[in-house]
């Protein structure tokens, strides 16, 4: 029997065909602009207070659509996107600290579609506006870093064991100290070999040129750098949720880089000096009279670099210690900083000073900044750019210590209220276990993604109804039939990216508009087929069930080779050129189902079984 | 349209008028490329790029001397899409705050400017992506050819890539010679470009397998000309339909990705050009022979009992 499909195989198309419509109906809806209200503490806001705000916009002429609650946080939909901005800061001026006010665009997918968890697909930078960065992690001060802290603890150790060491030294991946006598310095190594397993020890000279060179293992070594990496990306996301962004994304991306993306943000400055700050604080003791040279530094203090310090080399604590930290302004309308810290670091902050009351202790703000230079090379005449890291320190406060210190207490000496309020944000959200340094960064204006949008559905649009009008021209009957695939093949593609939660970029769209060029080419294999099987005096059963049958291989053949090159495109690619993979893929595989089963759907239903004299082809 | 299909166009008769046209494209890209070379995009090269809006058209060359005072080296001013979009591009080193700071030097001299997007790519980013490029081009070409040489025969493999270089080299080639801005997106349309085309040759390649067996002659290029002609009318529908949805991109998309659809278009040309010309012809030379595709006498069985 020819040209008539078995029962199942349409019952399959009308699934496909009414879950393709259920899971890309949900792009229909555009979404609402929208306000996010969360309080600064944690805790829901009152109704009250949402009712406050509401009155507040309606004065001012802004339409709110609706307000609603959903996991602790107040969403309060507008009707008009303008109003956005003016709303945020309306909402922000009323409320004041207690909460942070970010701009959000609020789903509108209706109760029913939301029952078959359908949902829009989301909208890439490119097209709704935002920043994104892409950061390197450093890691050899991530091992440096470690080194010291290692060193630091190990000269306590010598120290407490009455070992005299005179120097101790951090290059690369090893730690070296040097002794006075080889005596010392080998019962060093036996000390410390038992604490620190870490390390691949080896001595070095004798007598009084005694030396221990310490070397981190690989293993040890990659732990420290996925160390850095993670903790690095727990602090950025926590920085990125005190910063109210909706929709924030920060991602490893390969060994040693991090990418955030900050969706609406406008100011892109602000945010930037967040996501990168490097701040963190040490506090250590001054340095006595009689401390010998090798454990003290000298640090300048930063708003008078005229006056400095001696201090110790042994940091008491870092800002690590800190569980919690707020501004406020002291008795005199300085700003300051109340921090609290966790257990080891209220302990270890308590021993410090009990036993040294009377004596002065530092804080020590530090940032890890980064200086790039162009080198040029003095044969070929090429220019490099260098990057050189370098670290800031510098006091901005010693105190006498009056009484043993707690867990909590203040910080004085800062510049300004926005550095205490931005220091306090990077306190409570945690310190960079790494410093990280901006090696991409793209800002899109909002207007941009709008047009973006507007130009990409646009293209779409016009696109699409050339292909319809040409496929209507050239194959008639069979032109709708195409036409009506092509159509199904838009639903599905739709359906499959919004399913798979995919990021609908400018590229995406170019990838559609390409696929739908691409798509008919299917049908036009097996359409041209059929008219050639007819003229070559097939009846008209034969030569439709001859066209599908012969243009399959190579319509296969066609679509394997274009899937790989995709596929290959996805692998290597980044940003832009991965959108575009994903949709050209599924594309493909979309056009693949509807060009061969839709079509042949149609045309078994019109003409199968059926005597038929002439086609419309 | 329909006459076409009746049409028998002797293409291979034709081929080394074809050969020379190829011969001199390719030619004049090498040339453009090794004498002008690509207009790297910031993607490639690294540095900063700032597009701004103004309210009324600006004097670009007041702007690019109001940045040069200011101790930017190395600047690009141009127009963007329209004259009230400028272009800034820096070579320099990044730092976090060029953007508003750009932004407030333009702004100081009264004029009305809004920020439309910033980029910074570091140097290092750029590197690694011209590498990693470059790396992913030629893995596509050579999983490409396997899948052709396990489908077909390896003759057929060479011959497609020999086409598929063809026309990238001549895309990027023409990318080079107008200086058009090559940028990741671009990368992107040239490995469609590389899909697209091998779709192109596959259908053609499937059509001279086909004719080959079940053809009786052994004339080549006679049963090249056959092949070709038979699937000539899809293959202009094909490109014909690609080209239109293109060209909709071109003129509508905007200019993010104007470049993006100029290097398909044109792909998508020279594909259809060397699908027909070049793909096929190149297995004359490559001493294709009926032999090499006989199978089994069990496989030409089962294909005698299909033909009716």
Known sequence: MLNRYPLWKYLLILVVLVVGLIYSLPNLFPEDPAIQLSSAQGETLELRQIQRVESALEENGIAVKASEQENGQWLIRLRNDEDQLNARDIAAELLGSDATVALNLAEATPGWLQAFSASPMTLGLDLRGGVHFLLEVDMNAALTQRLEVNASAMRELLRSERIRYRNTEVEGRTLSIDFASSEDRDNARRLISRDFPNFEFTSEGSDRSSRLVMTLSDQTVNEIQDYAINQNLTTLRNRVNELGVAEPMVQRQGPSQIVVELPGVQDTVAAKRIVGATANLEFRLEARNDTPDAETETHVFRNDPARSAELMRDVIITGDSVSSASNSFDENGRPQVNINLDGTGGTLMNRATRTNIGRNMAVLFIEHKSEDTVVVDPETGEETIVREPYVERGLISLATIQSALGNSFRITGLDSPTEAAELALLLRSGSLAAPIYFVQERTIGPSLGAENIKRGLLSVQVGLLLLVLFMLARYKVFGIFANVALALNLTILVAVMSMLGATLTLPGIAGIVLTLGMAVDANVLIFERIREELRNGLSVQQAIHAGYERAFTSIVDANITTLLVAVILFSIGTGPVKGFAVTLSIGILTSMFTALMVTRAMVNLTYGSKPVKKLWI | ?308
């Open chain 2, 1 to 308: 349209m329909k006459p076409l299909s009746n049409l028998q166009i002797d293409f291979m008769g034709r081929r080394n008028l074809a050969f020379i046209v190829s011969a001199v494209m390719l030619v004049v890209s090498i040339g453009a490329l090794v004498f002008q070379q690509l207009n790297l995009g910031l993607d490639f090269t690294g540095g900063t790029l700032i597009e701004v809006r103004y309210g009324a058209a600006p004097s670009l060359d007041a702007i690019r001397q109001l940045m040069v005072e200011s101790g930017f080296r190395d600047v690009s001013v141009q127009t963007f899409g329209a004259s009230t979009e400028v272009l800034i591009r820096l070579q320099q080193a990044f730092d976090p705050d060029v953007g508003s700071d750009v932004v407030n030097l333009l702004r100081s001299s009264g004029e009305n400017v809004n920020l439309v997007r910033a980029e910074f790519v570091g140097s290092q980013v750029g590197d690694q992506l011209r590498d990693q490029s470059g790396l992913g081009l030629l893995v596509a070409l050579g999983v490409v050819m396997l899948y052709v040489a396990f489908r077909f025969q390896y003759k057929f493999a060479i011959g497609a890539l020999l086409a598929l270089l063809h026309d990238v080299i001549i895309v990027v080639g023409i990318f080079a010679l107008f200086q058009l801005e090559f940028d990741l997106t671009v990368l992107a349309a040239i490995l469609a470009v590389i899909g697209y085309s091998l779709n192109d040759t596959i259908v053609v390649y499937d059509r001279i397998r086909e004719t080959i067996r079940t053809s009786r002659i052994d004339d080549m290029p006679q049963i090249f000309n056959e092949a070709i002609n038979s699937t000539l009318s899809r293959t202009l529908a094909t490109s014909g339909t690609t080209m239109l949805v293109l060209l909709a991109l071109l003129l509508l998309g905007g200019d993010m990705i104007q470049n993006f659809a100029i290097a398909l278009l044109i792909g998508v040309g020279v594909g259809t050009f060397s699908s027909i010309y070049i793909s096929g012809a190149l297995l004359l030379p490559l001493k294709l022979s009926r032999e090499d595709l006989i199978p089994t006498k069990k496989a030409i069985d089962e294909e005698e009992e299909e033909l009716p």
